[in-house]
């Protein structure tokens, strides 16, 4: 099984975490900028974050014979806080690096006049710059917060072709296939969209325009469930060709449209250096990574 998880914050995962995505078929990921769980205070500490998607997550990630490439925001969290405007003016030198395939994750938390401002201001952004974006949507009242983001969206300007509006359920799928954005679902143990009502969604509306990503962030999740979806989806009566175009052709398909994929093989190299630090040890490649 070949797999791009097209969500997933592998800021917050260890090596192991990279090891064992690269023995259940991960190839290649895009982490979107998120809250780091505890606000950050400057805007120099989104130059810090930024520069690590664009560096050392791209070269960590190459050690386990996974493609690493990023989409860069200022998050709806953080949008609400003064102090941060200024990331806002920071995006376009970052948003030229050729690892940048996307601008996200934007889009509602508390769906504040702070959160619309910055949402419709990086829209902005994604049309200048001919990036794909993905779209944040609210963990609360979110049929009311994914219309709200539809309509935004459309006010943009933006071809609804390039947006992938993440984290839906069975409530809020129908609108944004209507739209004619694309539908992500983040897929986790305890929360937001599992396994099976995964596979039922699929069942009902098709493969086309689907995204399903692992997300994996600091909280409790799991960095192979775009793995264990493929699994259900097989036992569901999904046929190989089906989990190949959910788990690897759509994803190459909407972050594709960036003109910046690379889907290459890296080389896994274990006296590699990255600012004078190394990945792995003891001069031998890392389990899981030769294939």
């Known amino acids: 099984m070949r797999i791009f998880d097209p969500h997933i914050h592998m800021t917050s995962r260890t090596t192991d975490d990279y090891a064992a995505m690269s023995a259940a078929g991960v190839r290649a990921l895009v982490e979107p900028s998120f809250w780091l769980g505890q606000p950050r205070t400057s805007v120099g500490s989104f130059v810090d974050y930024f520069d690590a998607l664009i560096g050392w997550e791209p070269f960590r990630a190459a050690q386990f014979g996974i493609r690493h490439h990023c989409a860069l925001a200022l998050n709806p ?4 806080d003064p102090r941060l405007r200024e990331v806002l003016d920071l995006l376009p030198r970052y948003l030229e690096k050729d690892q940048v395939v996307a601008i996200g994750e934007i889009g509602y938390d508390s769906m504040t006049a702070e959160e619309d401002e910055a949402l419709a201001a990086q829209l902005a952004l994604a ?56 539908a992500g679902f983040s897929v986790y143990p305890d929360t937001k969209m599992d396994e099976p009502r995964m596979a039922a969604i699929l069942a009902e509306y098709g493969l086309t325009g ?82």
Request: charged share 25%; glycine share 10%; with cysteine.
């Open 77 to 80: 969290k953080e949008a609400n």
């Open 127 to 182: 049309v200048e710059h001919h990036l794909p974006v993905l779209v944040h949507t609210p963990h609360r009242d979110k049929a009311a917060g994914t219309r709200r983001t539809l309509d935004v969206v459309r006010e943009s300007g933006i071809d609804p072709a390039l947006v992938v509006l993440d984290h839906l359920n069975e409530v809020t799928v129908a609108m944004v296939r209507d739209s004619g954005c694309w």
């Open 210 to 291: 689907m995204l399903v990503n692992s997300a994996a962030d600091w909280g409790n999740s799991d960095p192979l469930k775009t793995r264990k979806v493929g699994d259900t989806m097989l036992l569901a009566g999904f046929t190989e060709a089906d989990v190949e175009q959910l788990l690897w052709e759509n994803p190459v398909a909407f972050y594709g449209q960036s003109g910046r994929l690379d889907l290459s093989e890296p080389a896994v190299d274990a006296t590699g250096l990255h600012e004078g630090n190394s990945v792995l040890r003891g001069g031998a490649p890392a389990p899981g990574a030769v294939r």
